[in-house]
């Protein structure tokens, strides 16, 4: 029997091979993720390691809050240097100072790091615990010199020598560039920009003077890190703590690992939806495979092979295929690694070479997953072989579509119910991958109740094509005939296109709303951020404070604190600007006790913790601990406003930040609005990172960024659409073959060559427009559901982009012809007498 | 009663329900002894074709039995009638007997190669040798002549030393030379290897190779004929025609 079922399998090389290659490049997707997160992960331990190698103990403030490695910590106090250089067995101790710098190119551009952070640092070229390498020229001396690192240096065009402009917490300074460093092997830390300064001035400048960031601790040769860090904690003032030098590189790796997960995770979502369309081509071409196996599996059951021998043949055609296509895929993911490594490289990202890593999970995912998906949906087309009764060995037409609809209809309903149930409950709830999977089993649900409206719908389709002629009345009835089989074919494009369709109807939606949540929320005339709302000086502030035209500037400083029961993060700002760049409606108390040092909340966060105007809330800061403050005032929802709001007092009391993430200014009354613009674009001419919106570019801006992420999220569901396409062309060209014999009768009976194709391509575009238009119904559905969902957060409006909705049945119905044009040309080459004669 | 081979009593089938009903087979009792080359003829819709299916396992009837030697085919299970057929009976059909992707040895091994036993090494020779296709076994069917498959297909047949050989129309698709191979084949079967053969043929030629011919009509058992040749057959078989004299009382055979 194995033989047989081998020599099976061979004779239909192609055709398992177009269905393998959907899982080939569902695995390929997965693996490659892997790859590149593991080998990042590994590459991140690495830089880490190095940098702080030579360090045993490190000495910084203690973080209250707890969370990992957000960092707000008291700063360390100078005089602990030399209590700390008086403990036996240090054999070394240097400051470290650490913020906000960034440099400006000679082109007037503040130099981008693609959303890294522009860090301001010291260097110490004689300290054996320096990380950074001096590539070419020197180490900064003094006040006036400043050393970049490579990759900052090469992409503004930097040398040695060369005036360049800093932007610093304070004003902007100039400098000259000393040096070209370098860290460890690479030229810069994953795309952060790092400008170092000589110690002392990089405390004032970058740091706070008289205060190091941390206090970096090498130990004498032979003493042991631990009980080294015990006799420096023996010195230490009271919120202080020596930390081994190990726990700094596990955090620093946490916090990009986090970040590499998130990435991670997106990128697996985007391979297990391709994995999921693969699956049901797979499930296609099996079912068409055994059905025209019939007599075959008929004669095999005559001579007395059992059901299970033949169930256990088809799967094990299935484990070949899936085997093959796993380590193809598994293959092509290094090749998937590296491509999107370059690709980030591409991006700015700059990351040190360090050898890929292949892990053993990453191989036993690749063909688990493969064989599993192809065994899976390979499983009822098996099952269905072994109900061949032997008597159809002597038979002469094909298999009759007479098996029951009806049960059909009973498992799709159910499973649309019970689809849509979970997604419900998904959406209310919030959990993800609930609604995963409540969306997928709805539109097996559906895909299962598609031939109920597959005949009418394709009839419908199909009309203005009958209208032209026999070719496009023979090839709408081969739609329309057997709708179990357009369903199965159309239902892979359906997903993708669902997806498709359910994203642009979220991102449109998004965009709507954004309009309505400005007109709403936002009193303002101008917005000031930095291109990647990365933090920039407060100077920006007092520029534009300075203009006689301007009326109220409100800088909002971001920060994180646990109020009360909960974490949240919160913004501290001036309270009289406030309520003029905001339209705020107070619900409860009064907005001006924020200017009386007290606490407001937005309603939700008011509620989820139980609090009232007038209570004592405990709000805990990671720099200064747990401080109470009175809760002032409640108001209403404001996405600008977020959940906490302080005076920018108490923030400046109670965190290091000053660094401002938004700023929101409005103009004088009856001032023309183009003078104001034109005092705006002033002030900030010295800050060539600040970009300046009024309110309609800000939802200009905003909408290019919804644009943006939308478009690559379609990028990544072409993938399962190019399959979809895969899976058509697949199925037409085995219903050619099963419908030889037909075919051979309409060219004997006079029907030309290119009228054949004609009908083929017809049924082809019927049946893609068909998948299309239930993909997109399903899928408006579906982004219907999202944005109803998401209301809390934000996405009030909901909007149907019709022109991209029309544009994707358009393409849909391109793919059809383009997916017709092999199997059409195959149909057509058919010898007529041959394929009148065949079985 | 161990010298009968299969044997069917008061046997009935129809198709399709209601007023789409068709009795194809209306109470057919018959035995065929061991050793035995029985034919079973008649015209088109005589339900001959369907009792052969029947009477091989390959479909059920309504009512009545069916025995192939000792076993009754009634109340048996899926698993066990496939397991009859593989082991107790050999069939030949008219066409689509091998498959196309297996050697002619592969395909006369098939049988045994699905019950995981090991091939008698002499039997096979003897069979082989005596299809005469000791020299094609590498090649597969498309590689073969019409006659040269069916051929194969017997050799197959014979293989497991099944009680009854099924054989429906075996030479409906040869000319008239592989044909004869084919018969004359079927017919050293039962006298020197003493294997039971049942055939369903409309061919009178083909019927004449037989030992015993028994005539169906209108989904009964109408007459017998032993010893038939080739011109007695067919005068009986003009009997059968709509403006023929009507045919004798139907007689239940022994």
Redesign the interface.
Known sequence: MLRATLRSLLARKLRLALSGLAVVLGVSFVSGTLILTDTLGRVFDDLFATVNAGTSVSVRGVNALGEGATEDREPVPEEALARILSVEGVAEAVGRVSGYAQVVGPDGKAVATGGAPSLGVEINPDSSQEALVVKSGEAPQGEGEVAIDAGTADKAGIEVGDRVTVLLRGPAREFTVSGIVGFGTTDNLAGASLTAFDLPVAQRLVGVPGTFAEIAVAAEEGVDGAELGRRISAVLPDGYEAVQADQIVAEASAEVKQGLGFFSTALLVFAAISLFVGAFLIFNTFSMLVAQRTRELALLRALGASRRQVTTSVLIEALVVGLLASVTGFALGLGVAVGLRGLLGVLGIDLPSGETVVATRTVIASLVIGVGVTCVAALVPARRAARVAPIEALRESGPAEDRSLARRGVTGALLLAAGVGVLAYGLSDGTLPLVGLGALTSFLGVATLSPFVARPVTGLLGAPFARLGVAGRLGRGNAVRSPRRTSATAAALMIGLALVSAVSVLGASLKTSVVAVVDRSLGADYVLHTETFSPFSNEVATALRAQPDIDAVAAFRFGTAKVGADVSSLQGVEPDALQQVLRLDTVAGDLDALGRGQLALSEDAARSRGLEVGETVPVTWSRTGEQPLVLGAIYAANEFAGEVLVSDAVFDANTSEQLLGVIAATGRDGVVPAQVRQMVDRAVAGFPNIVVEDQAEFIDAQGAQIDQLLNAITVLLVLSVVIAVLGIINTLALSVVERTRELGLLRAVGLQRRQLRRMIRVESVVIAVYGALLGLAVGTAFGWALVRALRAEGITEFSLPVGRLALIVVVAALAGVLAAALPARRAARLDVLEAVAAT | MSASAVRAVDVRKSYGKGSTAVTAVAGVTMEVTSGEFAAVMGPSGSGK?TLM?CLAG??TVDSGEIWVGDTALAGLG??KL??????RVG?V??Q??L????TAK?NIL??L???GTKPDELWFDEVVTAVGLADRLGHRPAELSGGQQQRVACA?ALVTRPAVVFA?EPTGNLDSHSGAEVLSFLRRCSQEFGQTVVMVTHDPTAAAYSSRVVFLSDGLLVDEMAKPTAQAVLDRMKAFEPAAAPAPAPRTGA
């Open positions: 074709s299916h390959l479909d899926d698993k496939t397991a009859l057929r593989r082991d069939f059909f008219q689509y007997n498959l196309p992707t297996l592969e098939l049988p190669d699905i019950a197959r429906d």
